[in-house]
């Protein structure tokens, strides 16, 4: 039995518009059933109101829309990005296949058409972690953008819920691109970097570092293998070449989180990103987060801000951006991609501590060493065992 399910509509006057932008998908255990899995997926088009249907290819497969939202638009509007959360009924498999499919890509030099996103769910029980299975974690914009004469690399962001290894390849062979199996995308000036837009389909997977057992009911499996899937796919953009690939903006500054920066919020309370870029007046910035993340420019400076609510509690969600220039040109530049991930957690506490050393001190040191003998003076004092101690910023005095 295949179960479709309509989660955006096309206007009525519309047809089979050649205007998708690409898709990034993941998945989760829903804690509040252990019969349905939450699928939370980013949809990318040149429009916002287009058509998108996902397939349940198995028996007594259930299909709920939780919410369709906005995350972000480009000024010149050449591209809207949308989130959807589906609850996928897990009673009859735990094992299966979601299809994204509908509607066309928009023209692009490689000759991709048809829309077709597929991902591997797995949610049954995992030996080492005593849980369901989750996907990496990962997202990207709709469109990146290169000029034709300049080398250029993206570094995805790879993050695994149970721990596991995260490699990335190409679902097709693209010549455009290089991918590395760690998710580094690189971008060379060659004889095959013609000028135009490119669709770009890679596969994220996860690998348990050894082997695992996974049940699901009665059944027992050993796993070394790949356990779960999900698809990228976005829009390169292949831009007119520059004067300069040193000095074309804008520019991202170092001061801004580093790209895999982990920020933590807690529900209900406000985190904010600061962004700091040359150029404010002449750019823009794009996201790709959480639906109801908002942007602005303050005293100088791009913001992303985010006020979790209960659903996020426990999760790390990605977030990815760059400035673009504006203006009228089709061949508007970007910066450098940058990610981070904002992880919800349930208490956060800031903790000064100090520590005397007569010699140098190494962050594995502080790791494997400090963060263990505070944690158990902590729990002496009355702590509750159950916390997370990380380490934040750190200030060396002579």
């Known amino acids: 039995m295949w179960v479709y399910l309509l989660v955006l509509l096309l206007p009525a006057c519309g047809g089979r518009a050649f205007n998708f932008l690409g898709t990034v998908m993941t998945f989760y255990p829903n804690e509040t059933s252990d019969d349905t899995v939450v699928l939370r997926y980013k949809l990318a088009f040149n ?61 692009v030099t490689n000759g991709v058409t048809d829309v077709l996103a597929v991902t591997h769910v797995d949610v049954r029980n995992r030996s080492s972690v005593s849980r369901a299975n989750s996907s990496p974690v990962t997202t990207m914009l709709p469109i990146l953008r290169v000029p034709s004469n300049c080398s250029m690399n993206w570094t995805l962001l790879t993050f695994d819920p149970d721990g596991d290894a995260v490699r990335c390849r190409f679902e097709d062979i ?56 999900i698809p990228i796919q976005f829009v390169l953009m292949v831009v007119p070449p520059v004067a300069s690939c040193d000095a074309f903006s804008p520019v991202v500054l170092n001061t801004t989180a580093a790209n895999g920066h982990f920020f933590y919020a807690t ?101 494997e060493v400090f963060l263990p003998q505070l944690r ?13 101690l990380r380490l934040g910023n750190i200030t060396l005095e002579t």
């Open 376 to 388: 158990t003076k902590l729990v002496e004092q009355g702590w509750p065992r159950s916390f997370t």
């Open 47 to 107: 429009e916002c109101d287009n058509i998108s249907v996902l397939e349940c290819p198995f028996a007594n497969c259930l299909l709920t829309v939780v919410s369709v939202d906005r995350v972000d638009e480009d000024s010149g509007g050449e591209w809207c990005l949308r989130e959807v959360v589906v609850l996928v009924n897990t009673s009859s498999s735990k094992l299966f296949e979601l299809r994204l499919t509908g509607g066309q890509w928009i023209n």
């Open 267 to 367: 529900v209900n309370s406000t985190v904010r990103l600061p962004i700091f870029a040359q150029s404010l007046s002449v750019s823009e910035l794009l996201f790709c987060g959480p639906s109801s993340m908002n942007k602005t420019i303050t005293e100088g400076r791009f913001e992303l801000s985010w006020r979790p609510s209960d659903s996020d509690l426990g999760r790390s969600h990605p977030v990815c951006f760059v400035i673009q220039s504006t203006g009228e040109s089709e061949n508007n530049l970007q910066s450098e991609l940058r990610c981070v991930f904002v992880v919800v957690e349930r208490v956060l506490a800031v903790l000064k501590a100090g520590l005397i050393s007569q010699g140098s001190l190494s962050m594995e040191f502080l790791r």
């Open 174 to 229: 693209t010549s455009v691109l290089g991918l590395s199996s760690s998710c580094r995308l690189t971008f060379s000036p060659s004889n095959n970097s013609v000028e135009g837009a490119y669709a770009i389909q890679l596969l994220m997977e996860d690998f348990p570092l050894q082997n695992i057992t996974v049940t699901n009911g009665r059944e027992v499996d050993v796993l070394g293998n790949r356990i779960s899937q």
